[in-house]
């Protein structure tokens, strides 16, 4: 499964950006899906992740009730709505794939990794 990041970029605090991870293969639908992000010095951390039909979602305390994230297993496409933004949002965004129906907010469960789009909050 190859991954693939789009809709990174630069927002005022407040702003909204909405993040695609777009997925090569026919298994898409079998893999749980996440985002992590990772700010510069810091170690890399669970933001969002959502199960394999979608309906099963959850989040890092840090992101909840502003972040969304979900799925398209038609368009093999994930996506994370991020409102409400702040600086301390600030952070290189990765998509990520876990094998089977699971929750993890462990980056080591998750076997498949895109290469990341940056999100740049100011104040």
């Known amino acids: 499964v190859q991954l693939v990041e789009s809709g990174g970029g630069l927002v005022q605090a407040g702003g909204s950006l909405r993040l695609s991870c777009a997925a090569s293969?026919?298994?898409?639908?079998?893999?749980?899906m996440g985002w992590f992000r990772q700010a510069p010095g810091k170690e890399r951390e669970f933001v969002a992740a959502?199960?394999?039909?979608?309906?099963?979602?959850y989040y890092a305390d840090s992101v909840k009730g502003r972040f969304t994230i979900s799925r398209d297993n038609a368009k093999n496409t994930v996506y994370l709505q991020m409102n409400s933004l702040k600086p301390e949002d600030t952070a290189l965004y990765y998509c990520?794939?876990?094998?089977?129906?699971?929750?993890?907010?462990?980056?080591?469960?998750?076997?498949?990794w895109g290469q990341g789009t940056q999100v740049t909050v100011t104040s």
């Open positions: 990520a794939a876990a094998a089977g129906n699971i929750y993890s907010t462990d980056y080591r469960h998750y076997i498949y």
């Open positions: 293969g026919r298994t898409f639908s079998t893999y749980t």
């Open positions: 959502v199960k394999l039909r979608g309906t099963n979602t």
